[in-house]
Nanobody, 115 residues
Framework: QVQLVASGGGLVQAGGSLRLSCAAS????????MRWYRQTPGKQRELVAT???????TYADSVKGRFTVSRDGAKNTVYLQMNSLKPEDTAVYYC?????????WGQGTQVTVSS
């Protein structure tokens, strides 16, 4: 069983930065594919960034050049560094872990960007 605990959300002005963290418990972090999603009310959950077990990264077009996803195997933690934040980045951010065919989700952390 894998448990994910996300943290680091908050209120920030446009142009500011936040770093989200997602700590994973349980076995197998090194082989997990980790993802960050975000969701706003009334909309589908949107994939923001992916980091594979081999540290390959991909990003949604809307965040390329502004967000950076990384992982720390020693801490079983994945990060999302968010710079140059925009009001449209406002959402609840969720971390996701996949091992084989199993998906695990964190509880979500609110990010609010004021204009």
């Amino acid at each position: 069983q894998v448990q994910l605990v996300a943290s680091g959300g908050g209120l920030v002005q446009a142009g500011g930065s936040l770093r989200l963290s997602c700590a994973a418990s349980g076995r197998g972090f090194s082989i997990m594919r980790m993802r960050w999603y975000r969701q706003t009310p009334g909309k589908q959950r949107e994939l923001v960034a992916t980091v594979t077990s081999g540290d390959s990264t991909t990003y949604a077009d809307s965040v390329k050049g502004r967000f950076t996803v990384s992982r720390d195997g020693a801490k079983n933690t994945v990060y999302l560094q968010m710079n140059s934040l925009k009001p449209e980045d406002t959402a609840v951010y969720y971390c996701n872990a996949r091992i084989s065919v199993f998906d695990y989700w964190g509880q979500g952390t609110q990010v609010t960007v004021s204009s």
